[in-house]
């Protein structure tokens, strides 16, 4: 990971303060989709920051912050509190944990699940929120087989994704992987499904740094 010095945290603390600063994954097709779900009021002062300043900067955040603008996120797709902030605790630590961002995961798990229903299931047995299926349940890692359960179903979800990003060049390749979509015959259009989840990441990253108020004091330590 390439450590921010004081200089570039001060240039991604001035970009991200200013109103209406934007990432450049967003994509008009995916913010369609959401458009209900996503909508914010267009100002007339807009900043562009790399996709990679932005990643940066989330990865500075504290996680407290990230787990707050979260809970503001997800709670647009469900009214259960309770659970919103079961997922975007089990988010937030599985992302520390495995090394992916919460951004990422979030996405992945809106695109699977929009509804944030636990106990949903696909036609071809895929469960939970992360859509995660059976034959992976029981990762040491995950303490538990239940793909019900709101923190094992993000756990095992993320270990996947997590070991698609180390195995392959790609963001994109990984989701396609994740998605069942290596030779994009298992679903209709699923070569679709790593710009959708990229552009709702990218949406994702800017609502958390745009609103975590706690950035201006970040100190961002060397790993």
Known sequence: MRVLGEMTTAVLVALLMTPGFQTETSSASEAAVDSVADSTTATPAVVTMTALD?????????????????????GRYSDDRLLVRRISRAVVREADRQQVSP??????LLTENTTLRPEAASSVGAQGL???????????????????????????????????????????????RYNGCVRGTNTPDCWRYPSLVLSRAG??????????TELAPIQIAER
């Open 203 to 212: 949406r994702v990253r800017h609502e958390i740094l745009a609103n975590a």
């Open 54 to 74: 932005s990643v940066q900067a989330e990865e500075s955040l504290p996680p407290a912050a990230v787990r707050r603008q979260l809970e503001a996120y997800l």
């Open 130 to 176: 992360m859509q995660v299926m059976p034959f992976h349940a029981g990762a040491r890692l995950c303490n538990s087989d239940d793909l019900v359960d709101v923190d094992s179903n993000i756990c095992h979800g993320t270990l996947i994704l997590a070991r698609n990003l180390r195995a392959t060049r790609s963001s994109a390749a990984a989701l396609l």
């Open 103 to 108: 951004s990422l995961i979030t996405a992945v």
